[in-house]
């Protein structure tokens, strides 16, 4: 029986369940009505519930240590993220590692063990996937955890509004006025895809104009991802006036499709990005894209992570996205 388990039973939150279980006595009122803590004490006992002991020991020894899974650090977004953690981290007197999934599931179900297995306070996951499996059963072991870069779930997370950041893609385009716009979406299991792309779509809706399916090309977030999702858009013959890559690296990929192609940015095709990382105001057409706050996002996924493990209960949060606009778009 696994705290997942009760909460499915019950109807409630993870987070709840755990709260209540591990709050002795009226400290768990903290976290709702005295009837609802009798019916998940209740529930628990009737199920046999015993909590892990290993994430008791988490809770009540602490090592100090937290826990950071990426899916490659090499990503300057991922890396900046991560040094905004590794900064907040030092301030609050706690030490961090870091280790890369590559958006593999078993990959992060074994780091997520080894990190457990060195007795981490608590993770932040940077590779989280909207089916949120792995990081439901992480929960599920009682240890304190919260996203960062991607939402999933009802997990505390620390994210940038992407929906918004794809609304004012979309608006900014629309005032420009593209009417055929097309979207290198990322990767589909990516939280920072599904919104992006969601925002844009809803903000050219509103304008009256379509994006057909055919013109939201998945691919990774880099310039070989753009690049190929760009080309195979193209290949199509359906040559779109405005291009929104979901990320910077994927839309300097597509800039060379275009330029390969003879397209010319902005006056054939409009172009933008996502994230402002520092190389899209130095490329020859420097880039209009979406300023996301990276650093911002990793100190707040450590805050709200000692909030957590000191038994508060954080929403979470979504930090604001800023159009900037430059002379691709």
Same mark, same amino acid.
Do not use: K
């Given at each position: 029986?696994? &705290? ?12 709840? *369940? ?7 006595? /009226? ?10 803590? $009798?019916?998940?004490?209740? !529930?628990?006992?009737?199920?046999? !519930? ?18 950071? &899974? ?15 953690? $590794? ?36 993770? =932040? ?5 909207? +089916?949120?499996?792995? *990081? +439901?059963?992480?929960? +599920? ?9 991607? #939402? ?8 940038? /509004? ?10 900014? &385009? ?8 097309? =979207? ?32 939201? *090309?998945?691919?990774?977030? /880099?310039?070989?991802?753009?690049? =190929? ?34 397209? #010319? *940015?902005? +006056? ?13 105001? $130095? ?7 979406? #300023?996301?706050?990276?650093? $911002? ?33």
């Amino acid at each position: 029986m696994t &705290l997942r388990m009760l909460a499915d039973g019950l109807g409630v939150s993870v987070s709840t *369940v755990s709260r209540v279980l591990n709050s002795p006595g /009226d400290a768990a009122l903290r976290w709702g009505s005295a009837a609802t803590i $009798e019916r998940i004490r209740a !529930y628990a006992d009737e199920r046999g !519930y015993s909590p892990n002991p290993q994430a008791a020991s988490l809770r009540t020894s602490r090592s100090g240590l937290v826990g950071v &899974l990426v899916p490659r650090l090499q990503d300057f977004v991922l890396a900046t993220i991560y040094e905004g953690i $590794e900064e907040a981290a030092v301030e609050n007197g706690l030490s961090t590692f870091v280790t890369n999934s590559l958006d593999d599931p078993g990959a992060q179900r074994a780091r997520s063990q080894m990190m457990i297995d060195r007795r981490v306070d608590g993770m =932040i996951f940077g590779d989280a996937h909207l +089916d949120h499996l792995v *990081v +439901d059963e992480v929960a +599920d072991r009682g240890v304190p955890l919260v996203l960062v870069s991607r #939402r999933a779930g009802d997990h505390v997370s620390a994210t940038c /509004d992407d929906v918004l950041g794809g609304r004012l893609v979309g608006e900014h &385009l629309v005032r420009s006025g593209r009417t055929r716009p097309a =979207i290198l979406a990322g990767q589909a299991f990516a939280s920072t895809s599904h919104d992006r792309v969601q925002g844009a779509v809803e903000a050219f809706a509103e304008a009256g104009i379509e994006i057909p399916r055919s013109r939201i *090309v998945h691919g990774p977030f /880099d310039a070989a991802g753009g690049r =190929i999702a760009a080309e195979q858009l193209l290949a199509a013959g359906d040559v779109p006036d405005a291009i929104f890559a979901t990320n910077d690296f994927a839309a300097i990929g597509a800039l060379g499709v275009l330029r390969d192609r003879g397209l #010319r *940015v902005p +006056d054939d095709v409009a172009l933008v990005g996502y994230n402002d990382t520092p190389l899209a105001s $130095e490329i020859l057409v420097p880039l209009t894209t979406i #300023r996301s706050p990276m650093h $911002e996002m990793g100190r707040r996924g450590v805050e709200l992570l000692i909030e957590l493990i000191g038994g508060g209960s954080p929403a979470p949060e979504l930090l604001e996205p800023v159009l900037v606009v430059r002379e691709t778009a």
